[in-house]
């Protein structure tokens, strides 16, 4: 009786054993999911599209394994350019040269270039259809020490940075914090109001398609002087930044429309610009790129920016001088110009306006606000405007309607192009070269390359 009242006990006291182990098994994998409990070694890294801010990280250093962060100082091609896929999050993209697959359009591209004495080209063709991106270099990133362009070098991009503010936006308005047709007031905290137009709300979409009334005013454009934490309440509350047209009736191009987009973003998000951006768009898609250029992850491969008489507007000293308020919302002169990014990074943003807001399987925007953005329907200057960018018929693709925006600031040129279907784009960012404008706004040397590069395609 007690041999069998034994093994009774033992058999108890395994299931015990098993039971506890089972719970404790159990709990360790509840603290690994949930990320408690764990040490932070001296060697781990930051996970990928995140910068390391602990005292000992190096601000210069790279990743040699993501080819988005690995500066290319030989070749002006790059190594990546013979056909090479290059894995981007869940997607792939494959890198091509010009020079190698269309030895003709790359001279052409040359000609242009030199004949606009261009500094820097850096240039992409791409096909979101089939993920080829093809790229073309031309001239020297610093030309003091004759650093060759190459793909991933990053420019300020000037008005391009509209686009990408925009999506900010957008991704707000897909999550329900913000909405196109709601009085800005709202995210503010304070009336914002055209005096002349007391009882006309100024909304979200008036912003983003320049219909707010809001004008780029002596006030904001002095206001580069005066601290950050004062501009943006000060100019909104000040008459003399709205013209006397009622919001929402007339388009008239405003740069300080999307700098109050910007702080709009902060203030409904609670952080930077910078950091929103990077998590929603930069860090998804793989990109290396900042309104701020010091939080790139490299910093190693921005270009020197020239004048037309290739004096230096803004070193790259000066670039990663520019710096951001420590309270979200206060921010004035990054929203609509002070982005900085590679050719071929900002093509992996447009390619999502063709997909439905996707690349691969990254998803960053709705269908239906993609389609928002690509819907123009107010009168511009020879184009329809839309939220954020513009369409156009027969300016350098005959017959053919494309989307586009120029940019330009302390002698950078930047000009995008694309179609929706098929999912194909030009992008083009010079700094150097003389400026002359079509009617339409259009900047000739980006739309002369742009014309070249077309032919890609046939």
Same mark, same amino acid.
């Given at each position: 009786m007690r041999n069998k009242d034994g093994k009774a006990i033992i058999v108890v006291l395994i299931l015990l054993i098993?039971? +506890?182990?089972?719970?404790? +098994?159990?709990y360790l994998a509840i603290m690994k999911h949930f990320g408690l409990g764990g040490e932070k070694t001296d060697d781990a890294s930051p996970p !990928?599209?995140?910068?390391? =801010?602990?005292?000992d990280a190096d601000p210069d250093a790279t990743d040699p394994d993501d080819p988005d962060t690995t500066p290319d100082n030989g070749d002006p091609q790059g190594d990546d350019q013979n056909g090479d896929m290059t894995a981007s999050g869940d997607f792939d993209i494959i890198m091509l040269s010009i020079a190698d697959e269309f030895p003709d359009i790359q001279k052409e591209l040359s000609t242009i270039a030199l004949d606009y004495n261009c500094a820097a080209v850096s240039l992409v063709v791409y096909?979101?259809? =089939?993920? $080829? /991106? *093809? =790229? /073309?270099e031309f001239g020297n990133s610093n030309l003091e020490t004759r650093d060759k362009v190459t793909s991933y070098t990053k420019f300020r991009i000037a008005s391009l940075s509209k686009l990408v503010t925009a999506i900010c936006v957008l991704t707000l308005v897909d999550d329900g914090y913000v909405s196109l047709d709601t009085d800005v007031s709202n995210y503010f905290g304070y009336?914002?109001?055209? !005096?002349? *137009?007391p009882d006309t709300p100024i909304t979200t979409r008036m912003l983003l398609n320049h219909t707010s009334s809001l004008f780029d005013s002596g006030a904001f454009l002095a206001s580069r002087d005066?601290?950050?934490?004062?501009s943006v309440r000060y100019l909104l509350e000040l008459g003399s930044s709205f013209r006397r047209n009622q919001p929402g009736s007339l388009f008239e191009y405003s740069n300080f429309g999307y700098a109050v987009l910007g702080s709009l973003c902060e203030r409904v998000t609670g952080k930077s610009l910078d950091t929103y951006a990077? $998590?929603?768009? *930069?860090?998804?898609?793989g990109i290396d790129a900042a309104y701020v250029p010091r939080n790139l992850r490299d910093t190693d491969n921005i270009a020197v920016i020239y004048d037309d008489s290739h004096e230096v507007t803004q070193s790259v000293a000066a670039q990663l001088a520019i710096s951001e308020s420590d309270t979200p919302g206060h921010d004035m002169h990054l929203a609509h110009v002070s982005l900085t990014i590679s050719a071929v990074d900002y093509a992996k943003i447009l390619v999502i306006l063709g997909n439905g807001g996707q690349l691969g399987d990254v998803s960053i925007l709705? !269908?239906?606000? %993609?389609?928002?953005?690509? %819907? =123009?329907?107010?009168?511009g200057v020879t184009f329809k405007q839309g939220l954020a960018t513009r369409y156009s018929v027969g300016d350098f693709i005959p017959r053919e309607g494309f989307y586009w925006h120029t940019g330009s600031s302390f002698g950078t040129f930047t000009q995008y192009n694309y179609k929706l279907s098929p999912n194909r784009g030009v992008v083009v960012i010079t700094t150097g070269a003389a400026i002359t404008r079509l009617p339409s706004g259009m900047i000739d040397v980006c739309t002369d390359l742009s014309k070249a590069a077309?032919?890609?395609?046939?």
């Open positions: 098993i039971i +506890l182990a089972s719970l404790f +098994l159990w !990928p599209g995140t910068t390391d =801010t602990s005292p096909n979101g259809d =089939t993920g $080829e /991106y *093809f =790229t /073309y009336e914002v109001k055209n !005096p002349h *137009f005066r601290e950050s934490s004062e990077g $998590e929603i768009i *930069f860090d998804p898609l709705s !269908p239906e606000l %993609v389609m928002q953005i690509n %819907v =123009t329907n107010v009168d077309w032919k890609v395609f046939g």
